[in-house]
């Protein structure tokens, strides 16, 4: 099957066959992940595989007692992770800034990379994956029981494993018509039209399934969601209460190491100038 027949097929699975994935299919995968796009080829993260059943049971819990997650052959948290190249920084004597919001936003975006690619890859060898969410909802549970450091939060909670037949033909959940996703040049909100009819084109009711996503997944009960936005709000100070501020406040915000190589860029240096270790996208 080609990739892109790969893609459009995959769906989550959640249910396994009771076989375990050998290791070095495990390897193969990891080696995957590590090969998808990375911020200045840093890897801003860590993967942690679960593997004690107590571990794999509470972190189910957490998850909203969802109990398949505790029954997958692989479970891995994948971390974003900005505290290797701050104690990288620390041990070159650079006196580094701590980790900001921004560190935390481009690891949470590789480690979210890496987490994809492994998922693409695992799919085209027949193992299945369901990513799992509101691992953030429990911060004091998840640090205490993964061992977290300051600056490592968990960006996507992943099972892993072979695909029952029964889960291969479960139907795909449709999907929004790219008209209502797609825009050029500029953003554009939706009419109310819009938006009903994008429920409409994928042949469900706007009321119902609005409603159901609105208690299911949005507006979750004013003491869960306290709770809750209590909880990410520690990931967040975990970086220090300092994050939200002007840009102004942080005036050497754009590495110095870096402004030379900026200018370069800027002036239309050819592309040589632009060195793998130090991309355009770093230059922010
Ligand atoms: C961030 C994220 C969190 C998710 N959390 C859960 C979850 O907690 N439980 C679950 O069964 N599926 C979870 N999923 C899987 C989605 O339900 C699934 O991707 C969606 O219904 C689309 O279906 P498909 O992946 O089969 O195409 C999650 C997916 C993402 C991307």
């Given at each position: 099957m080609s990739t892109i027949d790969e893609l459009l097929e995959r769906k989550s699975i959640r249910i396994f066959e009771h076989k375990p994935i050998p290791d070095d299919i495990k390897a193969q995968l990891l080696e995957c992940a590590f090969a998808a796009p990375t911020c200045g080829t840093q890897m801003l993260y860590s993967i942690i595989e679960v593997e004690d059943p107590v571990t794999k049971a509470r972190l189910a819990k957490i998850c909203q007692n969802q109990q398949f997650i505790a029954r997958a052959p692989w479970l891995l948290v994948f971390l974003a992770d900005s505290r290797r190249w701050y104690d990288c920084y620390e041990l070159a004597g650079l006196d580094p800034r701590p980790p900001t919001i921004l560190d935390m936003l481009l690891s949470?975006?590789?480690?979210?990379?890496?987490?994809?690619?492994?998922?693409?890859?695992?799919?085209?060898?027949?193992?299945?994956?369901?990513?799992?969410?509101?691992?953030?909802?429990?911060?004091?549970?998840?640090?205490?029981?993964?061992?977290?450091?300051?600056?490592?939060?968990?960006a996507a909670v992943l099972i892993l494993g072979y695909t029952t037949p029964r889960q291969q033909r479960r139907r795909k959940p449709a999907r929004f018509d790219s008209r209502f996703l797609v825009f050029k040049d500029k953003y554009r909100r939706l009419s109310d039209e819009e938006l009903k009819e994008m429920f409409v084109l994928r042949e469900q009711d706007f009321d119902k399934v609005v409603r159901r996503i609105f208690r299911t997944?949005?507006?979750?009960?004013?003491?869960?969601?306290?709770?809750?936005?209590?909880?990410?709000?520690?990931?967040?100070?975990?970086?220090?209460?300092?994050?939200?501020?002007?840009?102004?406040?942080?005036?050497?915000?754009?590495?110095?190491?870096?402004?030379?190589?900026?200018?370069?860029?800027?002036?239309?240096?050819?592309?040589?100038?632009?060195?793998?270790?130090?991309?355009?996208?770093?230059?922010?």
């Amino acid at each position: 099957m080609s990739t892109i027949d790969e893609l459009l097929e995959r769906k989550s699975i959640r249910i396994f066959e009771h076989k375990p994935i050998p290791d070095d299919i495990k390897a193969q995968l990891l080696e995957c992940a590590f090969a998808a796009p990375t911020c200045g080829t840093q890897m801003l993260y860590s993967i942690i595989e679960v593997e004690d059943p107590v571990t794999k049971a509470r972190l189910a819990k957490i998850c909203q007692n969802q109990q398949f997650i505790a029954r997958a052959p692989w479970l891995l948290v994948f971390l974003a992770d900005s505290r290797r190249w701050y104690d990288c920084y620390e041990l070159a004597g650079l006196d580094p800034r701590p980790p900001t919001i921004l560190d935390m936003l481009l690891s949470y975006e590789d480690a979210c990379y890496a987490a994809q690619n492994m998922v693409v890859a695992a799919q085209s060898i027949g193992i299945g994956s369901c990513y799992i969410g509101l691992i953030h909802s429990d911060h004091d549970e998840v640090v205490k029981m993964l061992d977290l450091d300051q600056y490592v939060i968990p960006a996507a909670v992943l099972i892993l494993g072979y695909t029952t037949p029964r889960q291969q033909r479960r139907r795909k959940p449709a999907r929004f018509d790219s008209r209502f996703l797609v825009f050029k040049d500029k953003y554009r909100r939706l009419s109310d039209e819009e938006l009903k009819e994008m429920f409409v084109l994928r042949e469900q009711d706007f009321d119902k399934v609005v409603r159901r996503i609105f208690r299911t997944k949005y507006q979750i009960g004013p003491e869960d969601g306290a709770a809750v936005l209590g909880s990410v709000g520690k990931y967040i100070y975990g970086y220090g209460a300092n994050q939200v501020t002007r840009p102004e406040d942080h005036p050497g915000y754009i590495p110095r190491a870096y402004r030379p190589e900026l200018a370069a860029l800027l002036s239309g240096g050819d592309d040589d100038d632009c060195d793998v270790d130090c991309p355009p996208g770093d230059l922010r």
